[in-house]
């Protein structure tokens, strides 16, 4: 898979999702987006890029453009877009928002890159264990799994 945040150049497809994909596999592949956004989050040289530019954003604000456009767009766009198949699929619920569904996964992952990362000496940084990564994907999928599921041999185009 390609990294989410270090490899700017590629394009964001999302994870392969189609008709035969089960809801199981479908997590699988939501965490396994997670784990690497999480990984390369935490490593050391970008949490010292990161220092870099929230310290130097009020002299050039451009910084903080580049860096949104660089890092935060491009994994919120690949999680929007599994999001996105997953609806296309009948495994998310009809009427979730993809933005702030996207959001929603993202945003829990990136607390322990504020807190366990960004805001620790690079000495004392801690990862967080692959079951909390897991328990945040799976209370994401719980909260855009289909509500009322459609029978996938009746899916719409």
Known sequence: ?????????????????DATTSAAEFEALLLQQ???LVSDLM????????RIVV?????DPSLADLFRTAVAARALGAISAAV???GEHCLVDRGVDIGRAARALVGPLLTYVLL???????DDIRR???DAVRGQVILFCRSIRPRHPQPRDQETS
Do not use: I, K
């Open 55 to 59: 310290a130097e954003t009020p002299r």
């Open 1 to 17: 898979m390609v990294s989410l945040v270090t490899a700017p150049d590629q394009p964001h497809t999302g994870p392969p999702v």
């Open 43 to 50: 490593q050391p040289s970008y949490l010292a890029l990161a």
């Open 128 to 130: 967080p264990s692959p």
């Open 116 to 122: 366990d990362g960004l805001l620790r000496a690079p």
């Open 84 to 86: 996105h198949a997953g």
């Open 34 to 36: 997670a784990e690497s």
